[in-house]
């Protein structure tokens, strides 16, 4: 629109506008309206009316009995629609809201999930449940290891249910598309749960967002150093996805730079059920150490398949961090295997948390809450 169009707009708004209100005073100062005594809703609607009445309209009068009704509720709805409005708008900033993003039913959800949403909100509870007065809520979605899923619920999180923070979001990929979304609408995420070096790498975003907990380069650079340990030949069977590629290229310069060789790689869809053939190929390769990047129940399967097979080849595993996902393994299949864990395993609370019984560590708090044993993603959130 040219800045001429703008002007001749505003110049016909100001005259129907000037039209309208000569028409109210006409109005209210008829002898029908002193009779009928003062009512702001007849007003209201009155000047509704006459300002979307066109000029060339016979003017509105109180000649017709049902005028006032009309006029009045013509008032009540708009004064209905400005009050919902406002109230919307206030309640906006009445509290903090707090969204973990996170997998609640999947392949994800030993190590994160439920756990890192109960996590939250124990920290909300630590915390005292207020910033500045205002309470904090905690709301949890799930992204199903989806992107596209995971964008459409930070786009209703944002926009709708006004939530101040997005966290957790387990799985690189939906954290990619999340911190896309939040850097557009000027929001916040931290992200605790997905390991892609990206994040504090060419995706940095410092006014959006926080990464931390462990990154795909640490790992990279804490795996290579164990080569003269474990063996010097290497085999990959990565997840094909984000966080499984970002996994495979930190750890490839780091185990050349300290003497390895790698043999071969292979990738598996997220979420995958069988590793047969991926193993069998392991196995071809007669490597000494099959590195797993992946994460989750991916890991666990894998493993599982490797067990089965009799590979003698010592395995470097990155989602071996579930205490339920061990257990359901069992002694013959989990024992032997390498993980890295970033962090210390016993996180205790300096000072007793409100209303806790027990609170001098917080692990056995968690157990004792959530039922389940606390881990580095929920740890983390």
């Known amino acids: 629109?040219?800045?001429?169009?703008?002007?001749?707009?505003?110049?016909?708004?100001?005259?129907?506008?000037?039209?309208?209100?000569?028409?109210?005073?006409?109005?209210?100062?008829?002898?029908?309206?002193r009779a009928s005594g003062y009512n702001i809703f007849a007003d209201v609607g009155m000047l509704f009316v006459a300002l979307v009445q066109k000029p060339g309209q016979a003017t509105i009068t109180k000649k017709n009995s049902r005028w006032e009704g009309q006029m009045n509720k013509v008032g009540l709805a708009l004064a209905a629609v400005l009050l919902a409005y406002s109230s919307t708008?206030?309640?906006?900033?009445?509290?903090?809201?707090?969204g973990v993003l996170t997998d609640?039913?999947?392949?994800?959800?030993?190590?994160?999930?439920?756990g890192s949403v109960e996590a939250a909100k124990m920290a909300v509870e630590e915390f005292?449940?207020?910033v500045n007065g205002k309470p904090i809520e905690v709301i949890a979605g799930d992204h199903q290891n989806k992107p596209d899923v995971g964008a459409t619920i930070a786009n209703r999180w944002y926009d709708l249910d006004k939530v101040d923070l997005i966290t957790e979001v387990v799985n690189s990929a939906v954290a990619f598309a999340v911190l896309d979304i939040t850097k557009q609408k000027n929001k916040m995420v931290i992200l605790d749960g997905a390991g892609s070096a990206d994040f504090t790498g060419k995706l940095c975003a410092p006014d959006n967002s926080i990464h931390w907990v462990y990154d795909t380069y640490e790992l990279g650079a804490a795996v290579g150093a164990t080569a003269g340990l474990l063996g010097k030949k290497w085999f990959f069977i990565s997840a094909d996805y984000a966080f499984g590629a970002a996994l495979e290229a930190g750890l490839r310069p780091m185990l050349l730079k300290n003497g390895a060789e790698i043999l071969g790689a292979v990738k598996h869809p997220l979420g995958n059920m069988d590793f047969s053939s991926y193993v069998l190929q392991a196995q071809a390769a007669n490597p000494d150490v099959i590195a797993l990047n992946s994460g989750g129940d991916d890991t666990i399967g894998a493993l599982k398949a490797i067990r089965e097979f009799g590979i003698k080849a010592k395995v470097m595993g990155f989602g071996l961090d579930s205490p339920t996902g061990v257990r359901a393994m069992g002694l013959q299949v989990a024992q032997g295997p390498t993980t890295l864990l970033p962090g210390r395993g016993a996180m205790t609370i300096p000072r007793p948390r409100p209303g806790s019984q027990n609170s001098s560590n917080a692990v056995r708090f968690f157990r004792a809450r959530s039922k389940s044993a606390l881990i580095r993603v929920c740890a983390a959130t």
Do not use: H
């Open 1 to 33: 629109m040219s800045q001429e169009d703008r002007v001749e707009r505003l110049m016909r708004f100001g005259s129907r506008l000037w039209i309208a209100k000569y028409r109210l005073r006409r109005v209210r100062n008829s002898p029908a309206s």
């Open 89 to 98: 708008a206030f309640a906006e900033f009445d509290r903090v809201k707090i």
């Open 104 to 114: 609640l039913s999947g392949f994800y959800e030993s190590g994160a999930g439920n």
């Open 128 to 130: 005292g449940g207020k």
